[in-house]
C-alpha cells in the first residue's frame, strides 16, 4: 500500500489539446486576471483559510496558511488527523499516529507549485487548448505547465473569465476542484465553496470556508515542527528479545501479534503507510471507524476507513494508540494463501531499530540510542517519499535512483512507468505479462528481466521485474521510480534505523548470489471451491503454448489435488526448473502437459 488520501466526484468531457495563439491566451488571462480582482488579486502572495470539511459521511476542520516559500495544512476529520508543513526545500508531516517526518525536496517543490497557481505568478506562459464541455457548459482551459506531463488547467467562463473549476495533474493524480460561492475579501474574489475530487477517488471532499484572509501577518510559530508522539515501549525500557518469525514462501514476514489484547499473526509491511487490520478482524474486536479515506495501492484505489486507539503488542515490544486503516484484506489473502488479519506497517520503523535476521528466521527490535551496527554492514540512505521510505539503487549501471524499500512486496522488483518509459526498457528484451497487485486490485502488467541491479555495492543479477503503468496506483509517480522487494532484501542481513535517515545492509554468503526464482508456467490461477480457476494466461508462456484459456478450473497438478497444494504448492510447481512437465487435470478430465521454460 502505498498512501492514504481524502477527495470527492466531477464529470468532465475532455477534447484534445489545440494550442491557441498566444494573443487569445493573453486575453483569456486578462479577464480571469480581472475577475478575481485585478491589481489586489496580482499583489496577493499570501493566504489563510480556516473552514469544515464534509465528505459526506464525516465532518472536521481545515486551516491551511500559504506564504512565499512555505505552505502549512492542519485537517481533522473523525480519525483522521494530518498536520504537514513545507519550508523551502524541506518541511515535515505528522503521520496518523502523531509521528514526525521529513518531506523530500520533491514534495516541496511540489508544494510551491502549488502555491504559485493560487495567485497570478505561474500565469505568464500559460497557454490555451481547445474548449471543453464541463458540467454542460462550454469552458475555456487555460493550461499552465509544471514539468513534464505535470500540468495545471483553470476551467474559465469564456465571457467573463470566471474560474469555474480547476484541474491539477501532479505526481501522477488528476485532482478536479469546483467552486462557488465567490465572495470579495480585500478587492480579491475567494471561493466559499470548494468541492474536490482525485478522480479515480471513490470518496471526495467539500470544504466550506469560514474565515479568508489575504496576505496575513506572517507566522513563524504556525510552521514550528511540532513534538512528535512516541508510540512505542519496551516492557524491560531497553530493548524487545528477538521474536521468531515465519518466512512464506521466502517473500513474506508473518509474525505474532497481539491487537488490543487479542492474539493473532500479521504481516511486516515497511511500504505501508499505516497499519491495516482486517475489516471483520476489526469488527469482532469491536474497533470501530472514524473517517473514511481513499487507499492508493499497487493495484489502483479504493475505500477504506480510519479507527483510533489500537495498541499492538510484538513479543516485548508495545505500540501505543495507532490510528489504522481497516479494510477488507481477504482478497490480498487469497492470492497470498494466508490469512491476513494484520498488515504491520511503518510506525514501528519510524521509531525503533528493526533488524531481521533471515538466516535464523527472527526480528528485533531496539532502542536507537542503545544500538551498534554489525561490523562490514553497509549503510544505504533512506529518503521519506510522500509518507513511505526509498532508497537508491541502479538498473543495468545506469545513474542511481530511489526505489520504495517495500518489505511487503512479494516479488523482487517493480519499475515504475515514470522511469521505464522515457529510456525504453522494454525494447530488445523478452518481455510477457502477469498479473499483479494487492490492494486496489490485481491487474495485467509487464514483465521482463533486469539483467543487473546495484543497491549498497552490491550487484544482483537477472531480476524479474513487473512494469507499472500511468492508471493511477501506487506505481504512477515520479517521487520515486521503482520499488524494491523482499526477494531482493532479504538477501542481505538488514536493519533499518530511520532515526539516522538509513538501512544497513550486509551480504548473506547463502543468498546473495542465488538465481531469483521466477515463473516458467504462465499461470494465473486463484484457489476458489478446491479448484484452481484460471483468472490469466500469459502471452508466449508455455500456458498459452499448451492452449489453457482463462475461465478453464484445474482440479490437481502432479496428481496433487489443488485443495492440498494451495497457493504455496502451486507457486513451488510454477516455480521449478524450465524443462520440467506439469500434468494439469481439468474438472473436465482432460489432462494436460504444460512444459515450464523461461518466457520472459
Not at 479494510?327 to 494463501?337: R, T
Amino acid at each position: 500500500m502505498k498512501s492514504i488520501l481524502m477527495a470527492a466526484s466531477a464529470v468532465c468531457a475532455l477534447a484534445l489539446p489545440v494550442f491557441a495563439h498566444a494573443d487569445a491566451a493573453s486575453d483569456a488571462v486578462a479577464r480571469y486576471v480581472a475577475w478575481r480582482g485585478g491589481a489586489a488579486f496580482q499583489k496577493a502572495d499570501s493566504l489563510l483559510l480556516r473552514g469544515e470539511t464534509d465528505n459526506g459521511t464525516f465532518k472536521g476542520s481545515l486551516e491551511r496558511r500559504i506564504e512565499p516559500g512555505r505552505t502549512v495544512e492542519k485537517f481533522n476529520m473523525g480519525g483522521l488527523v494530518t498536520h504537514r508543513a513545507y519550508v523551502g526545500k524541506a518541511g515535515w508531516a505528522l503521520t496518523l499516529s502523531g509521528q514526525v517526518e521529513p518531506q523530500n525536496p520533491i514534495a516541496a517543490d511540489q508544494a510551491e507549485a502549488r502555491r504559485r497557481i493560487l495567485f497570478d505568478d505561474a500565469l505568464n506562459g500559460a497557454r490555451l487548448q481547445a474548449d471543453e464541455t464541463f458540467d454542460g457548459e462550454t469552458v475555456q482551459v487555460l493550461r499552465i505547465s509544471l514539468g513534464g506531463k505535470d500540468h495545471y488547467d483553470l476551467l474559465l467562463d469564456p465571457a467573463t473569465g470566471a474560474l469555474v473549476a480547476d484541474r491539477l495533474r501532479q505526481d501522477g493524480d488528476v485532482t478536479e476542484t469546483r467552486y462557488s460561492d465567490w465572495r470579495m475579501v480585500e478587492g480579491v474574489r475567494i471561493p466559499f465553496r470548494q468541492q474536490q475530487q482525485v478522480i479515480g477517488d471513490p470518496i471526495g471532499m467539500t470544504l466550506t470556508v469560514a474565515k479568508a484572509d489575504i496576505d496575513p501577518k506572517a507566522d513563524d510559530n504556525a510552521f514550528a515542527q511540532p513534538a512528535p508522539r512516541k508510540v512505542y515501549a519496551f516492557a524491560d525500557g531497553k530493548a524487545a528479545d528477538p521474536v521468531d518469525f515465519e518466512f512464506y514462501l521466502g517473500s513474506r514476514i508473518y509474525m505474532p501479534v497481539s491487537v488490543n489484547g487479542v492474539d493473532t499473526r500479521g504481516m511486516l509491511d515497511s511500504g505501508a503507510e499505516t497499519t491495516v487490520l482486517d475489516k471483520a478482524f476489526a469488527e469482532s474486536l469491536g474497533i470501530k471507524p472514524s473517517a473514511l479515506v481513499t487507499v492508493v495501492g499497487t493495484g489502483g484505489r479504493e475505500l477504506g476507513e480510519l479507527a483510533s486507539g489500537v495498541t499492538l503488542r510484538i513479543g516485548g515490544m508495545e505500540l501505543r494508540n495507532l490510528t489504522v486503516a481497516l479494510m477488507d484484506l481477504k482478497p490480498i489473502a487469497n492470492v497470498i494463501g494466508r490469512p491476513l488479519p494484520v498488515i504491520l506497517g511503518k510506525e514501528m520503523f519510524n521509531e525503533v531499530v528493526v533488524d531481521l535476521d533471515f538466516a535464523g528466521q527472527k526480528i528485533s527490535f531496539q532502542d536507537p540510542a542503545r544500538f551498534t551496527p554489525k561490523l562490514g554492514a553497509v549503510a544505504v540512505p533512506v529518503t521519506n517519499s510522500n509518507g513511505l521510505h526509498a532508497i537508491p539503487a541502479s538498473i543495468e549501471g545506469a545513474e542511481p535512483v530511489l526505489f520504495d524499500f517495500d518489505l511487503g512486496n512479494g516479488s523482487p522488483l517493480l519499475v515504475f512507468p515514470g522511469y521505464w518509459k522515457p529510456r525504453n526498457l522494454l525494447a530488445d528484451r523478452p518481455s510477457s505479462k502477469a498479473l499483479a497487485g494487492a490492494i486496489g486490485g490485481m491487474k495485467p502488467r509487464n514483465v521482463a528481466t533486469i539483467r543487473t541491479l546495484t543497491l549498497g555495492g552490491v550487484e544482483l543479477k537477472d531480476i524479474p521485474a513487473n512494469f507499472g503503468e500511468e492508471d493511477g496506483s501506487a506505481l504512477d509517480t515520479t517521487q520515486t521510480l521503482g520499488n524494491i522487494g523482499m526477494p531482493i532484501l532479504s538477501r542481505f542481513e538488514l536493519t533499518t534505523d530511520y532515526s539516522r535517515h538509513r538501512i544497513l545492509l550486509k551480504p548473506r554468503p547463502d543468498a546473495i548470489g542465488a538465481p531469483f526464482t521466477k515463473d516458467r508456467s504462465g499461470l494465473g490461477a486463484r484457489l476458489s471451491d478446491g479448484v484452481f480457476a484460471l483468472s490469466f494466461v500469459a502471452p508466449g508462456s508455455p500456458a498459452e503454448t499448451a492452449g489453457l484459456k482463462t475461465g478453464q478450473k484445474i482440479t490437481a497438478v502432479n496428481g496433487q489435488p489443488a485443495k492440498d497444494l494451495a497457493v504455496a504448492g502451486l507457486t513451488k510447481l510454477r516455480t521449478a526448473a524450465a524443462g520440467q512437465t506439469l500434468v494439469l487435470t481439468l474438472d473436465t478430465s482432460e489432462t494436460v502437459n504444460l512444459v515450464l521454460k523461461d518466457y520472459f
